[in-house]
């Protein structure tokens, strides 16, 4: 293609699923320039030999552990960025940073992982979040206010977007008015060849440690089962992670406070639940080692997209989810996934006392999840842009 494309990504801080989007459409248009608000070159080795344009957010020091804490400064700081010579820009975004300015004869496609969550739909759980806690609540309701009508704005600059999913196409009709065409991502990951489920020991979780995972949650459930239901007590969960809820997170595990006959007590459930913290360098080793004897996948949060459920299922493993409609995308009912209706601890107990791993099918994963691969994403991505 002869055009002059330009791809940027909020940032390239901490490498997740947002980041591996981002790489794909790197590999598409391995020409493109590449932009975007800080980045750590120690999380993408693979970059090395590109040309980074960063914004003056590069130059603060300690940057990449808060970032997440400057989004009011993000639109204006976007607007560094000149797009004057382009034909194309493609921006991969989850965030409040889709405020940059393009010619009129620029075409800027938007793939929007979701509608910022912490000014959208989860802008409630965003005012309870420990990070933000020194904040005086009605200066955070009125920075978030002016942050959603600064996002809505920024939103009508997109010529097109394109939704990871038909429930963020909703979203993004709700919330920006736009339609979006939807493209899943590629979610294919490498493994070995030789790969066997050994067997069963652990229930397993995978994720950032924020709140919105409701990691807390999953810890809280396990140790209610160490406590109170001794027929099952013997059930363990693994959750691979990292920060910024790391240290809050294993308080819950070593310190659990209980009430018994007047007596204050200590539980100490730390045999039955681990939090590993997760390898940059050597993730995609952590990942397949722990999945490999992973009795199921909990996902207990309302996420944009189910990357790492398709990965799980890629494993042969079941996945045990929080009961919405649009899940529906990206499982096979009854065939790899069980689910709990209610977001409490007693609803996702009743699923893992009566769950049975051994009635699932390899063959069943296989055939689901054949449809996030690179090559759909590649393709359905070139004729976006084509038309």
């Not at 904040?135 to 959603?148: A, D, G, S, T």
């Not at 939103?155 to 899943?184: G, L, T």
């Not at 949650?217 to 001794?230: D, H, V």
């Not at 009743?350 to 690179?374: A, P, S």
Request: net charge positive; charged share 30%; with cysteine.
């Amino acid at each position: 293609m002869s055009k002059k494309i330009a791809i940027l990504t909020d940032w390239l801080s901490p490498r997740w699923w947002a980041e591996k989007v981002f790489l794909d459409l790197i590999k598409i248009f391995p020409d493109a320039d590449i932009f975007t608000t800080i980045f750590n070159k120690k999380n993408f080795p693979e970059l090395k030999w590109k040309k980074i344009i960063t914004s003056s957010l590069q130059k603060l020091p300690k940057i990449f552990r808060k970032h997440t804490l400057l989004m009011p400064f993000y639109p204006k700081v976007v607007e560094e960025f000149d797009f004057s010579w382009y034909d194309f820009v493609i921006w991969s975004s989850s965030n409040i940073t889709k405020w940059i300015i393009t010619n009129p004869e620029t075409k800027y496609i938007c793939y929007c992982h979701t509608p910022v969550r912490a000014l959208w739909s989860e802008h409630k759980m965003f005012e309870n979040d420990p990070r933000y806690k020194l904040f005086p609540n009605f200066l955070l309701q009125n920075l978030l206010h002016n942050l959603r009508i600064k996002d809505f704005l920024a939103s009508q600059r997109v010529d097109q977007f394109v939704a990871n999913s038909e429930f963020i196409a909703k979203r993004i009709q709700k919330f920006y008015r736009k339609n979006a065409e939807i493209i899943y991502p590629n979610c294919e990951i490498k493994i070995a060849k030789d790969y066997k489920k050994e067997k069963w020991e652990y229930f397993f979780v995978n994720c950032r440690l924020v709140p919105t995972k409701k990691v807390g949650f999953l810890i809280k459930t396990f140790n209610n089962i160490a406590k109170n239901y001794p027929e099952i007590k013997n059930k363990k969960i693994k959750i691979l992670g990292k920060w910024p809820e790391l240290k809050n997170l294993k308080k819950l595990i070593k310190n659990w406070i209980f009430w018994e006959n007047w007596e204050k007590k200590f539980w100490d459930n730390s045999e039955n639940i681990e939090i590993i913290e997760v390898d940059e360098k050597k993730f995609s080793e952590q990942r397949e080692k722990l999945m490999s004897k992973a009795i199921a996948f909990l996902h207990p949060q309302i996420e944009d997209f189910w990357i790492t459920p398709i990965e799980a299922q890629q494993f042969w493993v079941p996945v045990i989810w929080f009961w919405k409609w649009w899940i529906l995308e990206t499982v096979q009912a009854w065939k790899t996934w069980e689910f709990f209706y209610e977001e409490k601890e007693e609803s996702l107990i009743d699923v893992i006392k009566n769950f049975d791993e051994t009635k699932y099918l390899k063959e069943n994963f296989e055939k689901n999840v054949k449809k996030f691969n690179f090559e759909n994403f590649k393709k359905k991505i070139l004729e976006i842009v084509e038309k």
